[in-house]
């Protein structure tokens, strides 16, 4: 069985730092993407970023850009997001997703496993 755990998430003051773990048990991911969604208190799930299998390329919303910092350890099958400079509107639940293609892409519906989710909230 696949499963993907996240951890990390907690309550932190705005300006803060937080760095999210997704580890991946039951099959190697060393050769697809993986990524990092969110989804706010009544709004749609939406993509974070991304990196693809080698870890050489990365994406990332506009939101994001400069502060956050998607990485992955393949030895460990795990995928991390490290969140700088946090604002009260990053607050949501952020979901670790593996994809079926081997370049990170912004789609949801490239990604076939996903983790129950972590949650993030920032106070302002």
């Known amino acids: 069985q696949v499963r993907l755990v996240e951890s990390g998430g907690r309550l932190v003051q705005a300006g803060g730092s937080l760095r999210l773990s997704c580890t991946a048990s039951?099959?190697?991911?060393?050769?697809?993407?993986m990524g990092w969604f969110r989804q706010a208190p009544g709004k749609e799930r939406e993509f974070v970023a991304a990196?693809?299998?080698?870890?050489?390329?990365?994406r990332y919303t506009d939101s994001v850009k400069g502060r956050f910092t998607i990485s992955r350890d393949n030895a460990k099958n795990t995928v991390y997001l490290q969140m700088n400079s946090l604002k009260p509107e990053d607050t949501a639940v952020y979901y670790c997703?593996?994809?079926?293609?081997?370049?990170?892409?912004?789609?949801?519906?490239?990604?076939?496993?996903w983790g129950q989710g972590t949650q993030v909230t920032v106070s302002s």
């Open positions: 039951g099959r190697s991911f060393g050769g697809n993407a």
């Open positions: 990196i693809d299998w080698s870890g050489g390329l990365t």
């Open positions: 997703a593996g994809s079926t293609l081997a370049v990170g892409t912004v789609a949801s519906t490239d990604y076939y496993y």
